[in-house]
């Protein structure tokens, strides 16, 4: 089994950055890529940002050249670096992991923009 652990959500001005982690853990054999997903009240799930663990990046077009998504230290991180937020990002963020053949879900990180 494998716990995924997001933080760093939180409240923040329009035009201001955020960045989020997430860190898996348990029994881990195999890891294809980690990503990010959001879903705003009212809204279905969307995928924000993706990364294999070969390094090829995916991005939402609404968050190209805002966000950043990365790995941490070891490939059982990532991190993702929210910058020129707008009232649209706010959403409940979920961090992804497809790891062991299986996909796993962290709980969610709330990021409210708002002035």
């Known amino acids: 089994q494998v716990q995924l652990v997001e933080s760093g959500g939180g409240l923040v001005q329009p035009g201001r950055s955020l960045r989020l982690s997430c860190a898996a853990s348990?029994?881990?054999?195999?890891?294809?890529?980690m990503g990010w997903y959001r879903q705003a009240p009212g809204k279905q799930r969307e995928l924000v940002a993706q990364?294999?663990?070969?390094?090829?990046?995916n991005y939402a077009d609404s968050v190209k050249d805002r966000f950043t998504i990365s790995w941490g230290n070891a490939k059982t991180t990532v991190n993702l670096q929210m910058n020129s937020l707008t009232f649209d990002d706010t959403a409940v963020y979920y961090c992804?992991?497809?790891?062991?053949?299986?996909?796993?879900w962290g709980q969610g990180t709330q990021v409210t923009v708002s002035s």
């Open positions: 992804n992991a497809a790891m062991n053949g299986y996909t796993y």
């Open positions: 990364i294999t663990s070969g390094g090829t990046l």
């Open positions: 348990g029994s881990i054999r195999s890891i294809y890529g």
